[in-house]
């Protein structure tokens, strides 16, 4: 076994986060004809699962840097695996099907959380060149893409094909994804997590100007993916009135192929490619994407705002990733934990948002009832209103991560001269040296950004 086989496992458990993160969400119509859900209750199902997540991050960012990789990683895909079979039996067999779904979320949100928390870091230490880590994460991410499409692009097919009285067979057939991963994290080889005298600490990372900003950027990077990606579905069948199967494909599925291809593009040329300027430029065309959803009245031309939006926001998460840890080469498993703790928590609010606001549109009255009846009509869904309301997600992406570009270039280089490998202490001795803040000085290395 190599790092090789190690690399491929995490872009496996990738697409086990792909998986428990977009199945639920093409079900949406199955659980509102059989169960006669409301859009509020099944956006709470998302709020739900990231919500999950975001507590299991704040938890792992405690232990992960103690306790090594191998034993969360394997028990992430139990817990992945055991949520999607109970996705299938809980709801039978529960008090309420509402409540099976919710158990069987929470459940495989644990193993999603931890996956989150886990994959990047381990991919993050793997020996590379440091200039090529933002392209090898993005290529990392890349993976999340493809899983996403093979569960929309599998799941609706097969989902016509057996027809939706049998949708319990769709999550024990993807639970054997993280079953056979799990076989491969028991074996491969992994990296040994940053020395507790050696990493900087939370307090010192939130003590950094530089820190804020990413976390605040990772909260809106996860509102704008996820708030697309999962109501891009049910919007296509009762707001557009597109068939299931061709909604899906030319929504969710599609918005995952472009933000897959847009992250293997970064990822194999993004050596070439200035970070900070593409992600502002990504988080300008996910607004103009958002627009177009809302505003047009053509159902082609809104599906293909949804799909070119996976483009727009393909860099938008792993890029926040790169931009922090080449800020904080030091920071761990427990900063990439903090990043996951925001982009989840964006990832939970987003969509619960939309839905509350799609709602609450279809009320009698109200400024968002008079902005809905403003838009093209969506089957009185509400949903372009929800979205329209989202659109201030992308648009802060362009502010925040401008404004990031700005700290960066007026900052002193200190760690251009120095090892990535060096303590802690040694980064806050020439974080103090060049003046720089007291997180700085901590145990931020300041090192060109967009390159």
Not at 120 to 135: M, Y
Request: charged share 10%; aromatic share 8%.
């Amino acid at each position: 076994m190599t790092y090789d086989h190690t690399r491929r496992a995490c872009y496996t458990g990738y697409v086990t986060q792909a998986i428990v993160n977009n199945l639920a969400p093409l079900l949406f119509i199955v659980f509102q004809t059989r169960y006669q859900l409301p859009l509020e209750m099944l956006g709470r199902l998302v709020l739900l699962n990231f919500a999950t997540q975001l507590v299991t991050d704040i938890v792992a960012v405690k232990f992960v840097d103690r306790t090594g990789y191998r034993v969360p990683l394997v028990l992430a895909h139990v817990l992945s695996a055991l949520g999607l079979v109970l996705l299938a039996v809980a709801p039978a067999v529960s008090p309420s099907p509402y409540l099976g779904l919710c158990v069987a979320i929470v459940v495989y949100a644990i193993g999603g959380g931890l996956l989150e928390v886990l994959v990047s870091p381990v991919v993050d230490a793997l020996p590379s060149p440091q200039e090529g880590k933002a392209a090898a994460m993005s290529l990392l991410h890349s993976f999340y893409c493809w899983g996403q499409v093979a569960v929309v692009a599998g799941s609706t097919l097969l989902l016509a094909w057996i027809g939706q009285d049998a949708w319990q067979v769709l999550p024990v057939a993807w639970a054997l994804v993280p079953l056979v991963n799990m076989v491969a994290f028991l074996r491969v080889p992994l990296p040994p997590t940053v020395p507790d005298e050696h990493r900087t600490s939370l307090r010192a990372l939130f003590g950094a100007p530089a820190f804020a900003a990413a976390v605040v950027l990772m909260l809106c990077a996860g509102a704008a993916e996820l708030t697309m990606s999962q109501w891009s579905s049910l919007f296509a069948e009762d707001g557009l009135g597109v068939s299931k199967v061709w909604g899906d494909l030319a929504g969710p599925c599609l918005f995952a192929v472009l933000m897959g291809i847009g992250r293997i593009v970064y990822g194999l040329w993004g050596e070439r490619i200035p970070l900070v300027p593409a992600m502002a430029a990504c988080g300008a065309l996910a607004t103009v994407c958002y627009l177009v959803v809302c505003l047009s009245s053509n159902p082609v031309v809104s599906l293909v705002g949804c799909a070119v939006c996976g483009l727009a926001v393909s860099l938008l998460w792993p890029g926040t990733f790169s931009l922090a840890a080449a800020r904080f080469p030091l920071g761990g498993a427990a900063m990439f934990g903090v990043l996951a703790v925001f982009g989840d928590a964006g990832g939970a609010a987003g969509p619960w948002i939309a839905g509350a606001a799609a709602d609450a549109s279809s009320a009698a009255g109200g400024f968002l009832t008079t902005l809905s009846d403003a838009l093209p009509g969506d089957g009185g869904s509400g949903l372009r209103a929800g979205l329209l309301v989202a659109t201030a997600f992308p648009l802060a992406v362009v502010a925040l991560t401008f404004a990031y570009g700005v700290r960066g270039r007026g900052s002193v280089s200190t760690g251009s001269t120095g090892s990535t490998g060096s303590t802690a202490g040694t980064a806050g001795t020439a974080g103090t040296a060049a003046g720089g803040t007291p997180g700085e000085a901590a145990g931020e290395v300041e090192r060109p950004i967009g390159g």
